[in-house]
């Protein structure tokens, strides 16, 4: 199913954009220069929001924190190796990343477990 007709059950801005997690309003952050300079230092991938329009628009405030201290030489390593990798869903009812993940339930003070 083409992506100009899917009907995601779930807003994709509603996910960061490297780590792929459910991210509340007061969490997300916006994808900045900063960040997709250094996710690319760090990761060796571009961050190019242009070609997939369908993929997260955000990121979470946990990973904007782990690649500055990054950057600035206070932590040697990220809290993983690989970013989610996002690709296009062909079908969102088994495909789509968002519409699979439950978040039902989900607050603020349940989140991290």
């Given at each position: ?21 459910y ?7 916006v ?20 070609e ?13 924190k782990?690649?500055?201290l ?8 990220f809290?993983f ?8 869903p ?24």
């Amino acid at each position: 199913m083409s992506s100009s007709r899917r009907r995601c059950l779930k807003n994709s801005d509603h996910f960061c954009y490297i780590c792929g997690e459910y991210v509340f309003n007061d969490c997300r952050k916006v994808i900045s220069e900063l960040v997709k300079n250094t996710y690319f230092e760090y990761f060796r991938m571009l961050l190019d929001k242009n070609e997939q329009s369908w993929a997260p628009n955000c990121v979470c405030k946990s990973c904007v924190k782990y690649l500055r201290l990054w950057k600035s030489g206070k932590r040697n390593a990220f809290k993983f190796q690989t970013p989610t990798i996002w690709r296009e869903p062909r079908n969102h009812l088994e495909d789509c990343y968002f519409c699979t993940v439950n978040v039902n339930g989900l607050n603020t003070k349940n989140q991290a477990k």
